[in-house]
Nanobody, 120 residues
Framework: VQLQASGGGLVEVGGSLSLTCAASERTFSSYSTAWFRQAPGKEREFVASISMGNRYIKYADSVKGRFTISRDYDKNTVYLQMNSMKPEDTAVYYC??????????????WGQGTLVTVSS
């Protein structure tokens, strides 16, 4: 499956941004999906995940209460709504997918990344 992330850009502190990850296959509905991010000079980190059927939804502590992950099964798309953004949210955001129900942080398919910059 091919993943295309979009929606990144420049946002002010406290602002909101919505990321979209579109998948190339209808079978995407049976995949677990997630968002990761990588800030300059740092390792990639987990942000949020949502399993097939929305059974399991997880967030990193750093984004809990501010970010919301969701998916549209008809559009083969996963979203990440980011609110109350902070400078430390600045990173390249990647969407990922895996056929396993609980891949942890080891996802098999990755999108190309979209840059999010939060200005103070």
């Amino acid at each position: 499956v091919q993943l295309q992330a979009s929606g990144g850009g420049l946002v002010e502190v406290g602002g909101s941004l919505s990321l979209t990850c579109a998948a190339s296959e209808r079978t995407f509905s049976s995949y677990s999906t997630a968002w990761f991010r990588q800030a300059p000079g740092k390792e990639r980190e987990f942000v949020a995940s949502i399993s097939m059927g929305n059974r399991y939804i997880k967030y990193a502590d750093s984004v809990k209460g501010r970010f919301t992950i969701s998916r549209d099964y008809d559009k083969n798309t996963v979203y990440l709504q980011m609110n109350s953004m902070k400078p430390e949210d600045t990173a390249v955001y990647y969407c990922a997918a895996d056929m396993r129900s609980n891949p942890g942080t080891e996802y098999y398919y990755w999108g190309q990344g979209t840059l999010v910059t939060v200005s103070s």
